[in-house]
């Protein structure tokens, strides 16, 4: 089976969020189980071609109602994945960021979801001499390529098209590219006709439109393929959802993350490695140095609390604030945090650090290298997040034996495991939205470390055993796939989907 990855981020090459990450770990673990996974991203002018060796292949003319141009396809392969980067002037191929302002944003990915399906045209060709090649299934990402999916509805009546799968993953359902019909008539982009679409005045929401008119959905998680089907974080697309769901097209896959690259054994970038076996000595060390490192006194019986996030309500730094200025006042304990976003609460957090100065430390920046040091030194690692589709640091963390306290919503309701005296759990889980709850939460949490250590360790041993890997999420979604392809087979061979069709018919018309 061939599938196309259309993303408008890729890890290493651009990254914003865990929306990179996926898309630059799922292929490999799916090429791992003989699928042929390949991924396009723009060539945002960030990427640093000459360091991964990126080339240009092929180029092709396009041309769309309001204008036309060159489209610049480029190549590298990473980690045995094949990546392929499109460039047009004035969209991609300049520019030091992924994303701009809204405006601009809906050009560029709107064009962006237009020469998808023309770049595929020119792999079937063999453009610029490559073996031909064409996907089974189109897997798009978010809202930047959720266009696609209705692009591909409409290219069907083409015979090279009809038998093409379709597949939209939605990260995170707060970005949906809305009122975007003014961009869409301007780039040629036929009217959308869906009842479902209509009757929920959604006609000019692309994400809407890749949930209407994509064979099947995904989510990062299973509850949150659950929640956006309701008001708190379906975002006005809950009933969109909703109907989906009714023909079992909703699936919630767990994210995984590159446990070859985030193995506390193996991390170049931590000065005592180390594994399950014997991680309490090396771990010990690791936070005397970030301790010393981050100004802090170098003392072991001190539980050292740990962020690394984006900085804004989402991720309820809010929240931690409000918890921390308590907690840093009357508890013998340590903070450090690393992250950027809003600027408010950078002030916030750097005030905080200020106040606290000897026992707090806020590196307001982007670090990697700083990060796994974090996560190879903390003893508790705080994500108080509102909504959380997946999270990745909390299973970043649990891998490198830092223990989460976290809320309990999307992913990481999935992945955290509630403390319960020592023998199960494997970190701290409040459910209500208040400061109060994350405060109380690290207190319980700070109790725990400073006077139940043997139930702290087990539980730190629990969590660097979780299996975290693709390998399992990676067969979920060549399940998926093969549903997708099975809704193009031939009348005589897919009966039941037939059936399904006509029901999802009768059910719009029913709405009317």
């Given at each position: 089976?061939?599938?196309?990855?259309?993303?408008?981020?890729?890890?290493p090459?651009a990254?914003v969020g865990g929306?990179?990450?996926?898309?630059?770990s799922?292929?490999?673990?799916?090429?791992?189980?003989?699928?042929?996974?390949?991924?396009?991203?723009?060539l945002?002018?960030?990427?640093?071609?000459?360091?991964?060796g990126?080339?240009?292949?092929?180029?092709?003319?396009?041309?769309?109602?309001n204008?036309s141009?060159?489209?610049?396809?480029?190549?590298?392969?990473?980690d045995?994945?094949?990546?392929?980067?499109?460039?047009?002037?004035?969209?991609?191929?300049e520019?030091?960021?992924?994303y701009?302002?809204i405006p601009?944003?809906?050009?560029r990915?709107v064009?962006f979801?237009q020469?998808?399906?023309?770049?595929v045209?020119?792999?079937?060709?063999g453009?610029?001499?490559?073996?031909?090649?064409?996907?089974?299934?189109?897997?798009?990402?978010?809202?930047?390529t959720?266009?696609?999916?209705?692009?591909?509805?409409e290219?069907?009546?083409?015979?090279?098209w009809?038998?093409?799968?379709?597949v939209?993953?939605i990260?995170n359902?707060?970005?949906?590219?809305t009122?975007?019909?003014g961009?869409?008539?301007?780039?040629?982009v036929?009217?959308?006709?869906?009842?479902?679409?209509?009757?929920q005045?959604?006609?000019?929401?692309?994400l809407?439109?890749?949930?209407?008119?994509?064979?099947?959905?995904?989510?990062?998680?299973?509850r949150?393929?659950?929640?956006?089907?309701?008001?708190r974080?379906g975002?006005g697309?809950?009933g969109?959802?909703?109907?989906?769901?009714?023909?079992?097209?909703?699936?919630g896959?767990?994210?995984?993350?590159?446990v070859?690259?985030?193995?506390?054994a193996?991390?170049?970038?931590?000065?005592?490695?180390?594994?399950?076996?014997?991680?309490?000595?090396?771990?010990?060390?690791?936070k005397?140095?970030?301790?010393?490192?981050?100004g802090?006194?170098a003392?072991?019986?001190?539980?050292?609390?740990?962020?690394i996030?984006r900085?804004?309500?989402?991720?309820?730094?809010?929240?931690?604030?409000?918890?921390?200025?308590?907690?840093?006042?009357?508890t013998d304990?340590?903070?450090?945090?690393l992250g950027?976003?809003?600027?408010?609460?950078?002030?916030?957090?750097?005030?905080l650090?200020?106040?606290?100065?000897?026992?707090?430390?806020?590196?307001?920046?982007?670090?990697?290298?700083l990060s796994?040091?974090?996560y190879?030194?903390?003893?508790?690692?705080?994500?108080?997040s509102?909504?959380?589709?997946?999270?990745?640091?909390?299973?970043?963390?649990?891998?490198?034996?830092?223990?989460?306290v976290?809320?309990?919503t999307?992913g990481?309701?999935?992945t955290v495991?509630?403390?319960?005296?020592?023998?199960?759990?494997?970190?701290?889980v409040?459910?209500w939205?208040e400061a109060d709850?994350v405060?109380n939460?690290?207190?319980?949490?700070?109790h725990?470390y400073?006077?139940?250590?043997?139930?702290?360790?087990?539980?730190?041993?629990?969590?660097?055993?979780?299996?975290f890997?693709?390998?399992?999420?990676?067969?979920?979604?060549i399940a998926?796939?093969?549903?997708?392809?099975?809704?193009h087979?031939?009348?005589?061979?897919?009966?039941?989907?037939?059936?399904?069709?006509r029901?999802?018919?009768?059910?719009?018309?029913?709405s009317?």
């Open positions: 089976m061939n599938v196309l990855f259309a993303s408008a981020e890729v890890t090459f990254k929306l990179g990450d996926v898309v630059g799922l292929p490999k673990a799916l090429r791992a189980q003989g699928i042929d996974a390949r991924v396009l991203m723009p945002h002018g960030s990427i640093d071609r000459a360091k991964y990126i080339k240009p292949i092929f180029r092709y003319p396009f041309t769309r109602r204008s141009g060159d489209v610049t396809i480029h190549y590298a392969e990473y045995g994945v094949p990546i392929y980067f499109m460039a047009s002037w004035p969209f991609f191929g520019g030091n960021t992924v701009g302002d601009w944003d809906m050009k990915f064009f979801s020469t998808i399906l023309a770049t045209v020119h792999f079937r060709l453009a610029g001499g490559l073996e031909p090649w064409s996907p089974d299934v189109l897997h798009v990402h978010d809202w930047h959720a266009l696609a999916s209705f692009l591909l509805e290219a069907r009546r083409d015979p090279a009809e038998r093409t799968g379709s939209l993953s990260h359902m707060a970005y949906q590219g009122e975007a019909g961009y869409l008539w301007d780039a040629g036929p009217g959308r006709h869906n009842p479902d679409l209509v009757y005045d959604k006609t000019d929401n692309v809407g439109m890749g949930i209407a008119y994509s064979d099947m959905l995904s989510t990062v998680s299973p949150y393929a659950t929640e956006i089907q309701y008001p974080f975002e697309l809950e969109l959802v909703r109907l989906r769901n009714i023909d079992g097209d909703v699936r896959i767990l994210n995984g993350i590159d070859d690259r985030w193995n506390p193996t991390d170049p970038w931590i000065a005592n490695p180390y594994s399950v076996d014997n991680f309490q000595e090396a771990r010990a060390l690791n005397a140095a970030l301790q010393q490192e981050s802090l006194a003392r072991p019986d001190v539980p050292l609390i740990a962020m996030t900085l804004v309500e989402q991720k309820g730094a809010d929240l931690a604030i409000g918890a921390l200025y308590r907690l840093l006042a009357d304990c340590q903070f450090v945090v950027t976003g809003d600027p408010a609460l950078e002030v916030a957090f750097r005030r650090c200020d106040t606290f100065a000897w026992k707090a430390t806020a590196y307001l920046k982007f670090d990697p290298m796994q040091r974090i190879s030194a903390c003893d508790l690692f705080l994500m108080p509102r909504y959380e589709p997946c999270g990745l640091g909390q299973m970043m963390a649990m891998r490198y034996g830092a223990l989460p976290v809320r309990e999307g990481l309701a999935d495991h509630n403390y319960d005296n020592g023998e199960v759990g494997t970190g701290f409040f459910l939205e709850a405060l939460t690290l207190r319980w949490a700070v725990t400073r006077f139940n250590p043997s139930a702290f360790d087990r539980m730190q041993q629990r969590a660097m055993l979780m299996d890997s693709w390998t399992k999420s990676a067969r979920e979604y998926v796939y093969e549903r997708a392809l099975s809704k087979l031939p009348a005589s061979t897919s009966q039941p989907e037939t059936k399904t069709k029901k999802k018919s009768k059910r719009s018309t029913e009317a």
